[in-house]
């Protein structure tokens, strides 16, 4: 019998923490604040803009995480124009926060998010650099992770008001706490964080956030023109990596999908991907003609910029898929255990629209269990769930967002 099941999204305040043992835990460190705090309220009245001077807001873990806070943070800027916003994240995510409507980034590169090879920090770094926010008096903190150690983190700098999710613990150190709807998009939740505190009326349009410049576009020509691309389309990129193994897509289907379209659209197909991902970006291009690998080559904003540039992305659920939304450039994203609802930051993800998911119809699917993957998941052919996303199924998607991208099957150029 498989130890996995289906997904239960959590509402409300209910505890996110899976392991019995750690909800014990939690419940004891809470007991002292339950002493010695006033109950967080739920839905207390705006602050208005005149009395919020200085913004703390904790968004410590990776990048898919900030530019799904991008629109949140878009709002908090239109509530409170006068105010200094500052972004606390670690150091893999400080080239993209330094593009978000902040006035201020603050590397707090949290031990619980990253490794030292990343430059992670001790606890105590983060402690001292959360006290000496103390002088500044900060009015009003945000933790849009839902972590209850950002929680503390907020609690030291002695904010004013501190908003926060309470579905890991820590409920009283917050004043504001935002009921969790893990049936909503963290873009939407983040949005519903802010609206705690400065109101329903601080909502704007919801307006991608422009991330890249001229600069960095003059910057994606050059990289595309460096690699012989310059004038060519279809350019498709393809980031074949999952983050994980219970996220990864077979390469050997990326492959097929990628040589698809070099026959049928005459696609570039540009691959990219960190360091590490060379060994997989290899076997992805072996038996192609013509692929350009990035793979390990590019800055973070440079990454941003060429995916800003492409016609097309094709990737797992990870980073990447959420700089495609972000960016605005159409893009399929292969989904297996993660729930696209709660972690796709592309809109609804149906097949019409220009960010499409994959995902097959399986009885467990999505189950969540990223971290704590079900034995039976971590065989060397991955998760049932992506097992049965066909090469058709991709393929089909991406040939629909070529057509309506204005490239006919059968018109562009030979590789």
Not at 228 to 246: E, F, I, K, N, Y
Not at 287 to 299: F, I, K, N, Q, Y
Not at 318 to 332: F, I, K
Not at 348 to 357: F, I, L, Q, S, W
Request: proline share 7%; glycine share 10%.
């Amino acid at each position: 019998m498989p130890r996995r099941q289906r997904w239960t999204p959590v509402k409300g305040t209910g505890t996110r923490v899976a392991s019995p043992a750690e909800r014990a835990l939690l419940a004891a460190a809470d007991l002292p604040l339950r002493l010695l705090r006033r109950a967080p309220i739920l839905d207390g009245p705006p602050l208005a803009a005149d009395e919020v001077r200085e913004i703390l807001v904790l968004r410590l873990d990776r990048i898919g995480d900030v530019l799904m806070s991008l629109p949140a943070l878009a709002d908090l800027r239109q509530a409170y124009p006068a105010a200094r916003i500052r972004l606390a994240v670690g150091r893999w995510s400080e080239e993209i926060a330094r593009r978000a409507p902040v006035d201020d980034v603050l590397v707090w590169s949290a031990p619980w998010v990253g490794r030292p090879s990343e430059g992670a920090e001790k606890r105590r770094v983060l402690w001292r650099a959360a006290r000496r926010l103390r002088a500044d008096r900060v009015d009003l903190a945000f933790d849009l992770q839902g972590d209850v150690r950002a929680a503390w983190l907020m609690a030291l700098t002695g904010a004013r008001e501190r908003v926060g999710y309470a579905n890991t613990g820590g409920a009283r150190l917050l004043t504001r706490v935002v009921p969790l709807d893990e049936t909503v998009s963290w873009v939407e939740q983040n949005r519903r964080a802010i609206a705690a505190a400065a109101g329903p009326a601080a909502r704007g349009g919801g307006a991608r956030v422009e991330l890249l410049r001229d600069a960095d576009r003059q910057r994606a020509r050059e990289i595309l023109a460096a690699e012989g691309l310059d004038g060519r389309r279809p350019l498709v990129g393809l980031h074949a990596s999952g983050g994980r193994p219970v996220k990864q897509w077979a390469p050997g289907r990326w492959r097929e999908v990628a040589d698809r379209l070099q026959h049928e659209f005459g696609a570039a197909v540009v691959l990219t991907g960190t360091a590490a991902d060379r060994p997989l970006a290899e076997e992805v291009a072996r038996g192609l003609g013509g692929v350009r690998d990035l793979t390990g080559r590019l800055s973070l904003i440079e990454s941003l910029s060429v995916i800003g540039a492409l016609d097309l992305l094709l990737s797992a659920d990870t980073g990447p898929m959420h700089m495609a939304a972000a960016v605005g450039t159409p893009s399929v994203s292969v989904f297996g255990p993660s729930d696209p609802r709660r972690y796709f930051s592309g809109g609804t993800g149906a097949p019409g629209t220009r960010h499409v998911v994959v995902q097959p119809d399986l009885w467990c699917a999505p189950c969540n269990l990223i971290r704590r993957p079900p034995h039976e998941c971590l065989g060397p052919e991955g998760p049932e769930c992506l097992r049965l996303v066909t090469v058709d199924d991709v393929h089909a998607a991406a040939a629909g967002l070529l057509r309506a991208g204005g490239f006919p099957r059968g018109e562009a150029g030979a590789a």
